[in-house]
């Protein structure tokens, strides 16, 4: 398909768990992917990103890796924390026409960590 | 480093009035777009633009105008508001369509 889906949630967790959010992308996309996170009442910051097919992106103990074979960049943390609780957003670059390109995000995935 | 700035961050509208919503970066970025988020929802791309005097339709630009006449700015314009256009309505920048993309912190638009 020509978009990129995620695993919609929401996700609970309690502190110290391990974190996995799935996303798959469109193989015929622009080779870049990456996640964005929305703490409550704040606009999207970049979490990380790869560039290329076996990349992987890391930050503040968040992992994703650009896996070809699978069309997949799940967002992975081994132990998260409350203040990791926020809204995920996995994106791609998307042709919208000719050389036009348009940055396209999933539904974003709710994650609720519990003390 | 202000990075992107939106104004105003609150605004409560009456059905039918008009306003513009604020955006500049001081990032050099070319590419510039206006995103709207309902409640629980994902973003979705109103309109965007790759440089000054450039602009094009997103998904759902029904309602609302765009202008880019400096590399800086990007207001968004509603005409006459609906309560349909209550929103929060971000702006982002990014230096190309591969690099990523900076936000504001938002404006929370109720039009009642």
């Known amino acids: 398909g020509n978009s990129v889906t995620q695993m919609e949630g929401p996700v609970t967790l309690s502190e110290e768990a391990f974190l996995t959010i799935n996303c798959t992308y469109t193989?015929?996309?622009?080779?870049?992917l990456f996640w964005y996170v929305q703490y409550p009442g704040e606009g999207l910051q970049l979490l990380l990103k790869?560039?290329?097919?076996?990349d992987k992106g890391s930050n503040k103990g968040f992992e994703a890796t650009y896996r070809k074979e699978t069309t997949s960049f799940h967002l992975e943390k081994g132990s998260v924390q409350v203040s990791d609780s926020a809204v995920y957003f996995c994106?791609?670059?998307?042709?919208?026409?000719?050389?036009?390109?348009?940055?396209?995000f999933g539904k974003g995935t709710l994650l609720t960590v519990n003390p | 480093n202000a990075g992107v700035t939106q104004t105003p961050k609150f605004r409560i509208l009456k059905i039918g009035q008009s306003m513009t919503l604020q955006c500049a970066q001081d990032?050099?970025?070319?590419?510039m777009y206006w995103y709207r988020q309902d409640p629980g929802m994902g973003l979705k791309l109103i309109y965007y633009?790759?440089?000054?005097?450039?602009?094009d339709k997103g998904e759902v630009p029904n309602g609302y105008n765009v202008s880019r006449s400096t590399t800086e700015d990007f207001p968004l314009r509603l005409e006459l508001a609906a309560p349909s256009q209550t929103s929060v309505y971000f702006c982002?920048?990014?230096?190309?369509?591969?690099?990523?993309?900076?936000f504001g912190d938002g404006t929370r638009l109720s039009i009642l």
């Open positions: 982002a920048s990014s230096y190309s369509i591969n690099q990523p993309q900076h």
């Open positions: 193989a015929t996309g622009y080779p870049s």
């Open positions: 790869a560039t290329k097919a076996d």
């Open positions: 994106a791609q670059p998307l042709n919208s026409g000719g050389s036009n390109y348009k940055l396209t």
């Open positions: 990032m050099n970025h070319n590419y």
């Open positions: 633009s790759v440089g000054a005097g450039i602009t």
